[in-house]
T-cell receptor
């Protein structure tokens, strides 16, 4: 079951600009997580936001969560060429064991 | 350094063969997971295990099998019953309980020849 849907599917911006990616989900969650994947590699955990939190920062990353709209956004400020990757949101539902359900991802390209 | 290791990086399977993908972690994590990723797609859960000698089916378990005899190891067997096994397979581990991120391996790319 694919819980998260991400928007846009692909995003191309100039270096130095901000990049915003959105994620929508369907069921109640314990937390929502964002991951990054470089081409052909494993995923790297970026940030986790709990259901009772509205905003969280980590370096150049800012994540927001709106549980009433069942949506989240990831903002990367002052983008760099090295930020080029795919970004996935993943939700941890409230029922049963922790098992993340991933969205389809946003492919981000930073042009130098 | 603690981490999670998948091997091999590339694997080729003939039609009708079973193949086993290795996943080993030295993070002392109780929970381990297997996901499948198809080109341009998100990850789909195959199997997961929260404790040694116990595992549960994920969303696409048909044609796959796993074992969890040791805390450190969670091998995945892709059986001949899996009709479309060509994909990128990712193993992950985490501390049990809500609120913990996953640590992923670097993946195994399986191709049917």
């Amino acid at each position: 079951s694919q819980q998260g849907e991400e928007d846009p599917q692909a995003l191309s911006i100039q270096e130095g600009e901000n990049a915003t990616m959105n994620c929508s989900y369907k069921t109640s969650i314990n937390n929502l997580q964002w991951y990054r994947q470089n081409s052909g590699r494993g995923l790297v955990h970026l940030i986790l936001i709990r259901s009772n939190e509205r905003e969280k920062h980590s370096g150049r990353l800012r994540v927001t969560l709106d549980t009433s709209k069942k949506s989240s956004s990831l903002l990367i400020t002052a983008s760099r060429a090295a930020d080029t990757a795919s970004y996935f949101c993943a939700t941890d539902g409230i029922q049963g064991a922790q098992k993340l359900v991933f969205g389809q991802g946003t492919r981000l390209t930073i042009n130098p | 350094d603690g981490g999670i290791t998948q091997s091999p990086k590339y694997l080729f399977r003939k039609e009708g063969q079973n193949v086993t993908l290795s996943c080993e972690q030295n993070l002392n994590h109780d929970a381990m997971y297997w996901y499948r990723q198809d080109p341009g797609q998100g990850l789909r859960l195959i199997y997961y295990s929260q404790i040694v000698n116990d595992f549960q089916k994920g969303d696409i378990a048909e044609g796959y099998s796993v074992s969890r005899e040791k805390k450190e190891s969670f091998p995945l067997t892709v059986t001949s019953a899996q009709k479309n096994p060509t994909a990128f397979y990712l193993c992950a581990s985490s501390i049990t309980g809500a609120g913990n991120g996953y640590t992923f391996g670097s993946g195994t790319r399986l191709t049917v020849v």
